[in-house]
């Protein structure tokens, strides 16, 4: 399968923005589906993660109560809603599709990446 991933920018402190990550290939259905980022001279970090058929979804604690993550089966389209953004949540996002996990928190949990797309918050 293969993953776009789309809707960074620029932004200020306190602003929103919408990740969106299309899918095309095998059936997206099939795939658990992740979103982990990276800020500069860190490691990646596990972001959210939903469930193949969208009904249970998984959270950082940094993030939990101010994104959301959701997936639309029939647009092979997973989104994640970024809401009260900071300044540490820039970084580069990018989106998986895992075949075995549920709601994995590891990069090896997950078998495809996208490309990632820029967040950057500014104060």
């Known amino acids: 399968v293969q993953l776009q991933a789309s809707g960074g920018g620029l932004v200020q402190a306190g602003g929103s923005l919408r990740l969106s990550c299309v899918a095309s290939?095998?059936?997206?259905?099939?795939?658990?589906m992740g979103w982990f980022r990276q800020a500069p001279g860190k490691e990646r970090e596990f972001v959210a993660a939903?469930?193949?058929?969208?009904?249970?979804?998984y959270y950082n604690d940094s993030v939990k109560g101010r994104f959301i993550i959701s997936r639309d089966n029939a647009k092979n389209t997973v989104l994640l809603q970024t809401n009260t953004l900071k300044p540490e949540d820039t970084a580069v996002y990018y989106c998986?599709?895992?075949?075995?996990?549920?709601?994995?928190?590891?990069?090896?949990?997950?078998?495809?990446w996208g490309q990632g797309t820029q967040v950057t918050v500014s104060s």
């Open positions: 998986a599709a895992g075949s075995y996990y549920t709601g994995g928190r590891l990069e090896s949990h997950y078998d495809y």
């Open positions: 290939g095998r059936a997206f259905s099939n795939y658990a």
């Open positions: 939903i469930s193949r058929g969208g009904t249970s979804t």
